[in-house]
């Protein structure tokens, strides 16, 4: 097949005269060929002599057939090597005695159909640029010459593809043997690329490649390309990727086609004179696609390769885009068994271009149950008794749980779990959580049936989203402990908080989300581990609005698991990761999305968003009052601390301490950068100290002694507190509080009074010379009808600016506040630490020996010697051409490497979410890493805890679920916990449900 090209006869009968070379590149000498790889490079010039001769193991054959370089309005002295481009446009990469480049082939895209008296007619090219040309020679003996050496050439090239294969075959031989010496047969993991049996028909090479990027590419389209790649194996196209429209930097994803497997035998992956060739195209609607830049890979790179991204220079026929090169960045690796299951899932959902195909892996969805109406709901008493929803516990008896009391029930529900489902990523510890009950939720069932609420609800903890059952037609439901409740997250990070949110459940395949009620967001970092907590909490709509109405209760219990209490503190040593949910659907996402940032949807203009922003930038005005106050007590040397010795008294300790360090420091200014960083600490130790005066243990946070009894004992010790426990204190406590509140808002309302009437004053002065003006402006503004905010441009980009501010500030009161307890026992020690050290560095001698050395060397007479002698020469070395040329080069160097990483880095994000995208859905949601939300959730006076008994039966995992985060490169892999908690697929027998 092909196109006949009559290339010596043209359409009337005139010759086309061209020169026909083979040569050989090699990888030892200098020599620039035309694919830009450095090479040696030589061509037949003997008839006697043959290139087979010199062939060296790695050298690669190529065929070129090279045109007359035209002269057309030249001069006689004309200089052929300055001229960049053809009469076609087209970049020259080879001049030769007046020759120029016209066509290029490896040996094996020569395939010979007939060899005549005077020529020789054979298929060109690979793939769809095959071409069927007939070349013709001055005589017999010139053709046969040429097909003598391409026989030759070929003869040689078998006997290679030979010589590698048995070494192949030996060294992965070799590799076996060595793996079962020294592992147990049941634990070797022999590499895919391993001979299957001696029979070469039955070897294969099994590679997994990826198609990572290209970059500057020339433009083809203007000033601009649509790329896309095809790879072909030998004659063989194995693999194309889609285009990218009007993209020179081009990235491809799993969405796009950058992942394929080459599979073929050892055979036939050795036959070839190259191992995989990668041809970028331009795609053009309306004419022939045309080749950017082509590259070829050898056998033994491909072999050697590990997934590491490496770096091809394409052999172009037009300049770069940009004065850089044009490059194809490639991965590949070994292939194994898992690849082939993803490549084969990819391939067979890419026509109905479905996303979140892993879905069920790591998400758990509301779980409904039938309904019947004409099912009774209650049995008359005494006492009266209710159906148990969602359904009676199938390990008992039918009859014992299908009907209870309101007692029993609610006994019932607070039975250990029986039925749990891990999952999430991170290997600090497990986070247990049990949804337990809800109460006095809103009726969202509006229907004139006159149901009740389907209440769900949806949990969110780092890069896991799960739900419990749905419990049908109740305001107060209740889940029992054989329902799908209880959930086991594996922990990534201790700042990470549970988001919990409550709806009312609609049915599979509705348009929109279910109906969000309520939600709210437990901040566990102070949690004690190894302690039940039965935490009681209000359920609110909002997570922004300056006064938020309750829309119900929920309980649930928790319990913390570390394994090792100081990886949590070196988990600390850098940010929370950056945790994103995604959903196969919009209404999943907005269900999340209520889950995670309430009813306000910031994206958007929200005027109200902006007030609120406004009233939390205001209270931060509000400490002042409390700094001035503990100012005044420390100043003043107010008692403050209580010392218990037969009496009460109260110390003032921290006026003690600052009377100490001020005259300390007074006398020797040497230690002020200590006692800087001594006065962070001290700060970080009062507010802890401040926040454990608060008698709700609830407020409370780990203690300073605490953490370090922690961090020597490698564990976090349990805690036992009472439901109700200081309830009088607390009140007495809150009341003072609202008390001085309330003062403090007087005040300011006062003082907003007195700017008001000064304001008022000042604009009725105003108003006598602006009356006219101003009447003539209510004129003229028109009313009803749609009204689009002109101020939208400007607001939206406040807003967003505002709520970046507040999220900041929010962050810094939580590390100061104890809120995150971790980071602030690590800056206290670390401020303490570093104290100590900068105590011992004489900061006034180094300050007066740099003064002296600064002032006696610049400030001297001797300064007139260096205008005279010195400048000047370095003037004359600075203005030099070799100085302008290195600091060029510098800067070139600095721009590559810059545009490098920037590159990298887009791959890496556009590959991670495009993989996301792909394996979980769409929809994506980002996951707050620190304390950001604007409040911060208390659990109610009933709230108890409890050490957790040892006694207590081990929980029953019948599911488990992947976290959404993902590692590594190519084909991503879930970010588990490995092997400390063992991961068993059961959920068609467990039931799980899935949204």
């Known amino acids: 097949g092909g196109t006949l090209v009559p290339t010596v006869r043209g359409t009337f009968g005139f010759k086309k005269t ?15 060929p035309t694919d830009g790889v450095s090479s040696r490079r030589f061509s037949k010039q003997d008839a006697n002599a043959s290139l087979a001769d010199e062939l060296r193991e790695d050298d690669r054959v190529v065929v070129r057939i090279l045109k007359p370089r035209k002269h057309w309005g030249l001069s006689r002295d004309h200089d052929d090597s300055s001229d960049e481009e053809d ?8 001049c030769e005695d007046g020759w120029v480049e016209y066509r290029k082939y490896d040996l094996d895209a020569i395939d010979q159909i007939e060899l005549d008296k005077n020529s020789f007619e054979a298929h060109f090219g690979v793939g769809n640029h095959v071409e069927v040309r007939e070349l013709c020679f001055g005589s017999k003996a010139e053709v046969d010459d040429f097909n003598e050496e391409l026989t030759k050439l070929r003869e040689v090239e078998k006997e290679r593809a030979k010589m590698k294969l048995e070494a192949y075959r030996a060294s992965v031989k070799a590799e076996t043997d060595e793996k079962e010496k020294t592992s147990d047969e049941a634990n070797v993991k022999t590499r895919d690329l391993a001979l299957g049996d001696e029979d070469a028909t039955k070897e294969d090479v099994k590679l997994l490649v990826e198609i990572v990027s290209a970059m500057d590419l020339p433009a083809y389209d203007g000033k601009s390309s649509d790329p896309y790649v095809v790879v072909y194996h030998g004659r063989d196209e194995v693999h194309r990727t889609k285009r ?8 491809w994803t799993v969405d796009n086609g950058s992942l394929f497997i080459l599979n073929v035998s050892a055979t036939d992956f050795f036959s070839s004179s190259t191992g995989l060739t990668f041809l970028v ?39 770069s885009s940009t004065p850089l090169k044009p490059l194809l960045n490639v991965r590949v690796r070994p292939a194994v068994e898992s690849d082939f299951k993803f490549i084969q899932t990819l391939h067979s959902i890419q026509k109905s271009k479905k996303e979140g195909v892993y879905t069920d892996t790591a998400f758990v969805g509301p779980k409904p149950h039938s309904v019947t109406m004409l099912k009774r709901e209650t049995k008359s008493g005494p006492p009266v008794l209710y159906r148990v929803k969602p359904g009676p516990d199938p390990s008992r008896d039918v009859y014992d749980t299908k009907w209870l009391s309101e007692e029993q029930i609610n006994e019932e529900s607070m039975s250990p779990s029986t039925n749990w489902v891990e999952c999430g990523s991170g290997n600090l510890g497990r986070l247990f959580v049990e949804v337990i009950s809800c109460d006095n939720l809103p009726n969202m069932d509006t229907s004139a049936m006159g149901g009740k609420t389907d209440a769900f609800a949806c949990l969110i903890y780092e890069d896991a989203i799960v739900s419990t059952d749905v419990i049908n037609d109740t305001n107060s439901p209740r889940w029992m402990p054989w329902s799908q409740r209880a959930f086991a997250f594996h922990v990534m990070h201790p700042s990470s908080q549970i988001l919990i949110g409550v709806f009312d459940y609609d049915g599979e395949g509705m348009l929109d989300a279910h109906d969000p009620i309520g939600r709210v967001s437990i901040n566990v970092t102070n949690f004690r581990a190894d302690t039940d907590y039965i935490l009681n909490y209000d359920l609110f709509e909002s997570t922004l609005d300056d006064d938020r109405k309750s829309v119900g209760k929920i309980k649930v219990r928790v319990r913390l698991e570390w394994k090792e209490y100081r990886n949590v503190l070196k988990a600390c040593l850098s940010p929370p990761p950056a945790c994103y949910v995604n959903t196969p659907r919009d209404g999943a996402f907005k269900s999340a999305y209520f889950v995670v940032h309430g009813e306000e949807n910031l994206q958007v203009l929200d005027t109200k968003a902006i007030k609120s922003y406004r009233t939390e930038l205001e209270s931060y005005l509000g400490i002042i009052p409390s700094i001035k106050e503990a100012v005044m007590t420390v100043l003043l040397w107010r008692g403050h601390y209580e010392l218990n010795i037969g009496a009460k008294i109260k110390l003032p300790l921290h006026s003690i301490l600052c009377f100490f360090l001020s005259t300390f420091v007074v006398e020797n200014l040497n230690y002020i950068p200590a006692f800087s960083l001594f006065c962070i600490a001290w700060l ?29 004992a490698n564990s ?13 204190a607390i009140r007495r406590y809150e009341e003072a509080k609202a008390a001085e509140a309330k003062a403090q808002v007087d005040k300011t309302l006062e003082m907003k009074k007195q700017n008001e009437e000064l304001g008022n004053y000042m604009a009725d002065e105003a108003a006598e010379s602006l009356e006219d003006s101003t009447a003539y402006q209510a004129t003229s503004v028109g009313g009803g009808g749609l009204q689009i905010n002109p101020l939208k441009p400007i607001l939206l980009p406040i807003q967003r600016i505002l709520g970046q501010v507040c999220i900041g500030l929010r962050i810094v009161s939580s590390i100061v506040s104890w809120d995150e307890s971790q980071y602030a026992f690590i800056i206290t020690n670390a401020c303490i630490v570093g104290g100590l050290i900068l105590m011992f560095i004489p900061w006034s001698f180094f300050l007066r020996w740099i003064a002296r050395i600064l002032v006696w060397i610049l400030t001297g007479p001797w300064m007139k010697l260096v205008d005279i002698y010195v400048l000047p020469r370095l003037e004359e070395k600075d203005s030099g051409m070799s100085k302008v040329k290195a600091l060029m080069d510098q800067k070139a160097a600095t721009i590559i490497n810059t545009k490098q990483q920037a590159m990298i880095t887009k791959e890496q994000y556009m590959k991670y979410f495009a993989m996301k995208r792909y394996m979980f859905g769409k929809y994506v949601v980002r996951v707050p890493q620190f304390k950001e939300y604007r409040y911060s959730d208390v659990p109610h006076a009933e709230s108890y805890a409890k050490p957790h008994s040892p006694d207590a039966p081990k929980e029953n995992i019948v599911a488990v679920k992947h976290g959404q985060k993902l590692v590594g490169d190519m084909i991503m892999e879930w970010n588990d916990a490995g092997d400390d908690f063992e991961k068993v697929e059961k959920e068609e027998e467990a039931g799980v449900g899935t949204e």
């Open 87 to 94: 009469e076609d446009g087209e970049t020259t990469l080879a």
């Open 684 to 712: 970080l130790l009062a507010t802890n100290e401040e926040r454990q005066r608060n008698p709700s243990p609830w407020k409370h946070s780990l203690t300073f002694s605490e953490m370090w009894y922690a961090v020597l």
């Open 18 to 32: 061209k020169r026909v070379t083979v040569e050989v590149y090699g990888n030892e000498e200098d020599d620039t």
């Open 281 to 319: 195209k331009d795609y053009d609607g309306l004419s022939s696609n045309d080749v950017i830049g082509k590259v070829s890979i050898s056998q033994e790179d491909l072999l050697q390769s590990k997934g590491e991204r490496k770096e091809y220079e394409l052999a172009t026929t037009k300049k």
């Open 244 to 251: 990218q429209n009007k993209n020179l930097n081009p990235v």
């Open 716 to 728: 976090s010790p349990s805690i036992e507190i009472a439901d109700n426990e200081n309830e009088a």
